[in-house]
């Protein structure tokens, strides 16, 4: 048997057992299902960790080898810190509640039949990533509690990472009765069983890509099977004139420094003309502090010398570095109108007093996460409640914004009757 073919029937054995495996999780207890998860989570702050680490290593001395990126190398990294908060994000899925079988909108129809909406799994997903090693855990954590079986395709970068990660689920999910095939994982760093992945139509339900826009734009292309898009983060926040403008310094730094490599951080800041004078030399300031470079219109730049010039393509960019692109805007209409042209509906924020103004931004920003006086670093499931997430949907379909558990559920119709019968 060829390399490639081996790669196609190993790719397409994991697709196979994992939809067997979705129609015994589709019916798991939540007890059962919480079982699996609490033992992953204590296999991750226990020896098995430490062997997730030790593999680590071994990605990241590779990557460093191969010298990618800071940002690249940031969100491969595990420590045991990172790797205890990954533990803490599967135990909030384990502790959120179940959403399978939930029923809404019940009503009785005049025919006597009560009908309402279940909320029941999708089925089998497919989530295909670069670089991050939580990655595994977080997406296969929530694909467990929505009852989803998913396979996993996870980038080279981190591929001793996650296979140490996907070692983990197996033993939890086998120790608590459930097919381990649950969280399957692909055993391969050729990019050949992604095209695979991409055509098992009828196999897997939908596909996830999280990582870089080259990654996605290559999925959508390829994939016979509907995909969940999340492009680029190409986030904003907007220093009104009526700003208070320490709580803007704070959000702005905060939005670009505390995490500079991860698609909710801030890409660009733009600047109401009426406060640009005093609020850009105290922004240059403290982001110079950050070694952060800005690249700046040419109001910028006669505030900010250091500043260097901003070409069209730097309003359209995805940083994931600590480069920040600053222009100075006529109010909020001007804002509105960037962030209408440049934005990726991903998430956009505004600092401001004015309560008409910041009203106007949450009905006029089309973005998965609208924010007041806070900074965009907040567009992330944990932070908004959902426990982990499986990535940032910004399609509007079939989700909007963070996918946590309930996003991973469909609905489906359901009726009790008691004989009717049409006439």
């Not at 042209?341 to 973005?367: L, P």
Request: glycine content about 8%.
């Amino acid at each position: 048997m060829s390399a490639l073919s081996e790669i196609e029937a190993t790719t397409l054995k994991i697709a196979k057992q994992a939809r067997a495996a979705a129609a015994v999780l589709r019916s798991a207890s939540t007890r059962q299902k919480n079982d699996a998860l609490a033992r992953v989570a204590t296999a991750l702050r226990g020896q098995p960790g430490d062997q997730v680490l030790k593999a680590n290593e071994i990605d990241v001395a590779a990557a460093e080898k191969a010298e990618l990126s800071g940002a690249m190398l940031d969100r491969l990294r595990l420590d045991r810190a990172r790797l205890n908060a990954v533990a803490s994000g599967v135990d909030q899925v384990r502790a959120l509640a179940d959403p399978v079988g939930e029923l809404s909108n019940a009503r009785r129809m005049e025919n006597g039949i009560l009908v309402g909406r279940m909320r029941v799994p999708i089925g089998v997903i497919g989530i295909i990533y670069e670089s991050r090693p939580n990655v595994t855990a977080d997406a296969a954590a929530l694909c467990v509690k929505s009852g989803n079986a998913c396979v996993l395709r996870g980038g080279s970068e981190a591929f001793h990472s996650n296979s140490a990660i996907s070692k983990i689920f197996y033993d939890s999910l086998e120790a608590a009765g459930l097919p381990k095939a649950s969280a399957g994982f692909v055993p391969t760093t050729d990019r050949a069983a992604t095209r695979v992945l991409l055509g098992l139509d009828g196999i897997i339900d939908v596909i996830i890509p999280r990582g870089g826009e080259t990654l996605i734009r290559f999925v959508t292309e390829h994939a016979r099977i509907p995909v969940i898009q999340h492009y680029k983060g190409v986030c904003h926040v907007f220093v009104d004139r009526d700003a208070d403008l320490d709580m803007a310094l704070d959000i702005a730094v905060n939005g670009k420094t505390q995490r500079p490599g991860v698609c909710n951080a801030v890409e660009t800041i733009l600047v109401d003309a009426a406060c640009a004078k005093e609020f850009l030399p105290r922004l240059g300031a403290a982001l110079d502090t950050h070694g952060v470079e800005i690249r700046g219109d040419q109001t910028v730049q006669g505030i900010l010398p250091e500043a260097k010039p901003a070409t069209e393509q730097d309003w359209d960019a995805e940083y994931l570095d600590l480069i920040v692109s600053v222009r100075v805007v006529e109010g909020i209409d001007g804002a509105i109108a960037h962030v209408g042209t440049h934005g990726s509906n991903h998430t956009d924020a505004i600092v401001t007093k004015n309560y008409d103004r910041a009203q106007r931004w949450v009905r006029e920003i089309d973005s998965s996460l609208v924010l007041v006086n806070a900074s965009t670093r907040f567009n992330d499931g944990q932070q908004l409640g959902l426990g982990a997430e499986i990535g940032i949907s910004t399609t509007k379909l079939h989700a909007y914004g963070p996918m946590g558990l309930a996003e991973l559920c469909t609905l489906k119709w359901v009726g009790y009757g008691e004989g009717q019968v049409r006439t």
